[in-house]
């Protein structure tokens, strides 16, 4: 699983955490609280009927409310509606109060109105919270008002109960917000530093894996040149310019596999297929089909058996790459002396065939992709 994926996954868990938090809240105060305080005043309560509506109409709005944003459903046009909705029950059960009661002990609405808004708008900014408990507030001013009780008493009253219950209701939304944000930023931070390991590791592995391959070739390539140098090895010979020949084209695909190329491999093949024309061969190369991303193992492995029949060739060669769903194939036929002998390398994830009749020496190397149905 890649670093963004599991950075998503944290955040999406975490968030909805808090959601849960605030439905169990909103649940337990409605479907708790708010069914005690009716059922207490409910000889009070007229129309009745009004203040039963108004209750069930704030249920179904829990009710769906709470399932959108647990499945992160929520859009901004349905929070925003349904929290008009719940204001607007919270209007009418206000109005089944009795003259004055609207902050008394049988008000129930107003704190309900605010916990919902909590619910429905915790993903929207703050500024939409801010205005459905002002909005929810004046409406309990206006009740007051209209109702003459709007005393100094009363205005204090009203002012202590906003600064509690409103001030309670946008600090949880603000510091949902808060663990939120510092929870995406814990997982960003820890996705990057992971990222940073993985890269360093896979650059550690592939500067190891290099050095191992330069060393090697280095042993091949340095008793070649020395040999040349001190004039133990004739440039004349045949067998010597094969061997020159093989050493120069390992060196140049090495060099191509460090390229950022959409086809590596063939690029690599035409990597050996330029040290042969550089000897004067013909050389034609033909691809089919889209090739599959390969490992540079895989890649090396087919490549190797083009690399040295190419070394061998002697006036013309032509390198054929196939790729299908199934499997990816090289092969290569070239004109080569009746006594040339070429030997396989030792490949482990990719099977060969190699045949040689008269002056056409026919190597192919193939690499299943997945098994055939």
Same mark, same amino acid.
């Given at each position: ?223 070649? &040149?020395?040999?040349?140098?001190? =004039?133990? #090895?004739?440039? +004349?010979?045949?067998? *010597?310019?094969?061997? @020159? $020949?093989? %050493? /120069? ?44 991303? &390969?490992?540079?193992?895989?890649? =090396?492995? #087919?490549?190797? +058996?083009?690399?040295? *029949?190419?070394?061998? @060739? $002697?006036? %013309? /060669? ?56």
């Amino acid at each position: 699983m890649s670093t963004g994926v599991v950075e998503g996954v944290v955040a999406t868990r975490f968030a909805k955490a808090v959601s849960i938090g605030v439905v169990a809240i909103v649940g337990v105060w409605h479907l708790g609280l708010d069914t005690l305080l009716v059922l207490r005043g409910w000889p009070m309560y007229e129309p009745q009927v009004a203040a039963a509506g108004a209750w069930l109409a704030l249920v179904v709005i829990q009710t769906a409310g709470s399932v959108l944003l647990l499945r992160s459903a929520l859009s901004a046009h349905t929070a925003r509606m349904l929290a008009g909705a719940a204001l607007i029950s919270g209007v009418v059960a206000t109005a089944t109060y009795p003259p004055g009661a609207a902050i008394g002990d049988v008000s129930w609405a107003w704190n309900t109105v605010g916990w919902f808004g909590v619910l429905l708008l915790l993903q929207r900014p703050l500024w939409e919270l801010i205005t459905l408990l002002g909005a929810n507030t004046a409406v309990t001013a206006g009740f007051l008002a209209a109702d003459g009780a709007l005393d100094h008493v009363t205005v204090s009253r009203l002012l202590a109960a906003t600064y509690t219950t409103a001030g309670i209701q946008l600090t949880f939304a603000y510091l949902a917000r808060q663990l939120n944000s510092g929870a995406r930023e814990a997982t960003e931070a820890a996705a990057a530093h992971a990222e940073h390991l993985a890269r360093a590791t896979a650059d550690e592995t592939v500067h190891t894996e290099r050095r191992r391959r330069y060393e090697h070739l280095r042993g091949r390539v340095e008793p070649l &040149l020395r040999g040349l140098t001190e =004039r133990r #090895l004739d440039p +004349g010979d045949a067998v *010597v310019r094969q061997r @020159a $020949a093989v %050493e /120069a084209a390992r060196l140049r695909r090495l060099f191509a596999e460090t390229d950022d190329t959409p086809h590596p491999l063939l690029h690599e093949l035409r990597a050996c297929a330029d040290i042969a024309e550089r000897r004067g061969v013909r050389v034609t190369l033909l691809s089919y089909g889209d090739l599959p991303a &390969l490992p540079t193992s895989v890649r =090396r492995e #087919l490549a190797e +058996g083009a690399l040295l *029949v190419l070394a061998a @060739a $002697a006036t %013309e /060669a032509r390198v054929t790459l196939l790729a299908t769903p199934e499997e990816v194939a090289v092969s290569v036929v070239a004109d080569a002396p009746p006594e040339t002998v070429v030997e396989p390398p030792s490949l482990l994830a990719v099977s060969f065939l190699c045949d040689q009749e008269g002056d056409q020496l026919w190597w192919e190397t193939r690499y299943p992709v997945r098994p055939a149905r």
